[in-house]
C-alpha cells in the first residue's frame, strides 16, 4: 500500500497556487502529498477502496461543490484518516440561523436580525411595519445555509416586497434579516476585519467589505488601536464549530462595540495578493500553510 501524509482535494482553478504552496512547504518538511481533482478523483477513490493507496491527512476544497469527493471523503473517515474541517461540523457552522442563536448564547455581538422560514415550508410571511423598523433602513437580507461570495445576499433592502422576492431565490433556505452595521474609521481605515482561525491560531487581517481589498494588520496596530478583541472573539467561535480553519467578518462599530457580521466562512478564498488585487496578503497565505504543517508534524508525533 502507498502511503501520503496529507490528500489535497480541490476543483476551484483559483486553489492550485495555494494546493501547490501547500506542496512546496511540506515536501520541504519531508511530508509527503497527494493532490486530487476531477482528472484523478474516480481513480483515487477505486484505490482507496482496494487498499492499494491511504493518507494520514485530508484537506477537502471540493466536497462542498462536487459530491464525489464527500464521498471520498466519508470513505477516508471510515479507516480513521484525519479530516480537516470534519463534514458534519462544517454543516452545523454554516447555518446562518444557528449560529446566529448559538454566538448570542455565548456572548458574541451579531447584528439586530429577524429569522424567517423557508418559503418552502411557510409560503405567507407575517411581518409587520414594526418588524422592519426595528431593522432600520436599509437592512440585509442573507440566506442562512447558501455561503460563498455573498450569493443570494442583498444588502441595500429597503422593503418587506424585497424580502419576498428574495424568498423565492432559495426556496428552501432560512433567511436572515439584519440590521446594516456601521464601522469606525481608524486611521482612514474602516474598521472592518477578516479574522482566520487556521489550525490554532489567530490571524486577523484588515478588510474592506466594498472593495474587498486585504491589508496586513500589525502587532503594532493591534496594540495601539486596542483590538486584542479579535483574538478572543475568533477563539469562541472556533470552541462552537470546533473547525481547523474558517475565516469570521468582525467589525469595530462607531459605539466600539467588536460585532461579528458573516459568522463562519469554511472555505476561505486563498488566491495570493501578489497575484490577485483582492487577494489575501501573501504573507498570510504563508502563516496558514505552515500553521497546517506545524499541526501535521503535532498530530503525527501523538500517534506515534
Known sequence: MEKFDIALSYVWEYDEEFIDHIERVFQKNNLSTYKINLSNIEETIEKVQSRKLAF?????????VEDIFGELGNLLSRKRTHIFNPYKNVLHAIDKATMHLEFITAGINVPYSII???FSEKEKLFLSVDDLAILGRPFIIKPCNTTGG???????AETLQEVIKARFVHGNDK???????LSKIINGNRAWFRVFWAFGKVIPVWWDDQTHI???????QIEYYNLKKLFSITKKIFEITKLDFFSTEIVLTQKNLFVVIDYVNDMCDMRLKSLHFDGVPDQVVEQIIHNLKNEVVKIKRKLG
Open 116 to 118: 424567517i422560514p423557508p
Open 175 to 181: 433567511y436572515l434579516l439584519q440590521e446594516k452595521i
Open 56 to 64: 494520514n491527512f485530508l484537506l477537502d476544497r471540493a466536497w462542498d
Open 150 to 156: 455573498g450569493i443570494g445576499v442583498v444588502t441595500g
Open 214 to 220: 486585504y491589508n496586513l494588520l500589525t502587532k503594532q
